[in-house]
C-alpha cells in the first residue's frame, strides 16, 4: 500500500520465522529519567507493592529503590525470593519485605515489577517482560512498555485480568 504505515522488517527478522517474531511498542518518553525519580512522583502517596525489591548488592543499601522511595509511599511492602538485602533495609522501612508472594495479604492501589537489574544474571527483551507478567500473575498490563534510565523496562500493571 502506499503512504501505509507499516514498518520495514530488519535483518533479524527476515532470518527467523515470522512466527517467532514478536513486535513489541517500547516508549522512550522516560529513557533519560531515573527510576527513583520516575517513581517516586508516580507512586506518591500511593500503598503499593514492590515486586523484586532486592537491588543487592549492586546498589547496596543506598540508594536502594526500596529505602529511597519508602519516604513518599502511604504504604510500602515489597517481595522478593533473594532475600539479601531484606536484613539491611529493613531498619530503614516501614513496610513489610516477604520472600515470597504468598505471604502477603496487604491491599495495594499499584503494584510494580522490578526484573533484569544490573546485577542479575538475565536482561528480559520487551516481549519476554509482558509474558512473564502476563502469564504467571493475575495482572492485566498496558499495552506499553517504556524505556527507563537507559538500562530498565518498565509497565503499568493494573490490579486483576
Same mark, same amino acid.
Given at each position: #500500500?502506499?503512504?501505509?504505515?507499516?514498518? @520495514? %522488517?530488519?535483518?533479524?527478522?527476515?532470518?527467523?520465522?515470522?512466527?517467532?517474531?514478536? =513486535? $513489541?511498542?517500547?516508549?522512550?518518553?522516560? *529513557?533519560? @529519567?531515573? =527510576?527513583?525519580? %520516575?517513581?517516586?512522583? +508516580?507512586?506518591?502517596?500511593?500503598?503499593?507493592?514492590?515486586?523484586?525489591?532486592?537491588?543487592?548488592?549492586?546498589?547496596?543499601?543506598?540508594?536502594?529503590?526500596? $529505602?529511597?522511595?519508602? *519516604?513518599?509511599?502511604?504504604?510500602?511492602?515489597?517481595?522478593?525470593?533473594?532475600?539479601? *538485602?531484606?536484613? *539491611?533495609?529493613?531498619?530503614?522501612?516501614?513496610?513489610?519485605? +516477604?520472600?515470597?508472594?504468598?505471604?502477603?495479604?496487604?491491599?495495594?492501589?499499584?503494584? +510494580?515489577?522490578? $526484573?533484569?537489574?544490573?546485577?542479575?544474571?538475565?536482561?528480559?527483551?520487551?516481549?519476554?517482560?509482558?509474558? %512473564?507478567?502476563?502469564?504467571?500473575?493475575?495482572?492485566?498490563?498496558?499495552?506499553?512498555?517504556? +524505556?527507563?534510565?537507559?538500562?530498565?523496562? #518498565?509497565?503499568?500493571?493494573?490490579?486483576?485480568?
Amino acid at each position: #500500500m502506499i503512504g501505509s504505515a507499516i514498518p @520495514m %522488517l530488519s535483518v533479524l527478522e527476515t532470518g527467523h520465522d515470522p512466527y517467532f517474531v514478536q =513486535r $513489541v511498542k517500547v516508549d522512550s518518553q522516560f *529513557a533519560a @529519567m531515573s =527510576r527513583q525519580l %520516575l517513581l517516586t512522583q +508516580f507512586l506518591a502517596g500511593k500503598r503499593v507493592l514492590d515486586i523484586g525489591h532486592d537491588d543487592w548488592p549492586a546498589t547496596g543499601v543506598n540508594p536502594n529503590l526500596q $529505602v529511597v522511595l519508602d *519516604a513518599v509511599r502511604a504504604q510500602l511492602d515489597g517481595v522478593d525470593r533473594h532475600d539479601e *538485602a531484606a536484613a *539491611a533495609i529493613r531498619p530503614l522501612v516501614k513496610g513489610q519485605l +516477604f520472600t515470597s508472594i504468598e505471604q502477603v495479604c496487604g491491599s495495594y492501589d499499584e503494584t +510494580f515489577f522490578e $526484573v533484569g537489574h544490573p546485577n542479575h544474571n538475565c536482561w528480559c527483551t520487551p516481549d519476554t517482560f509482558k509474558n %512473564l507478567v502476563t502469564k504467571y500473575t493475575d495482572r492485566s498490563i498496558t499495552d506499553t512498555v517504556w +524505556f527507563l534510565n537507559g538500562i530498565s523496562l #518498565m509497565l503499568f500493571a493494573d490490579k486483576e485480568k
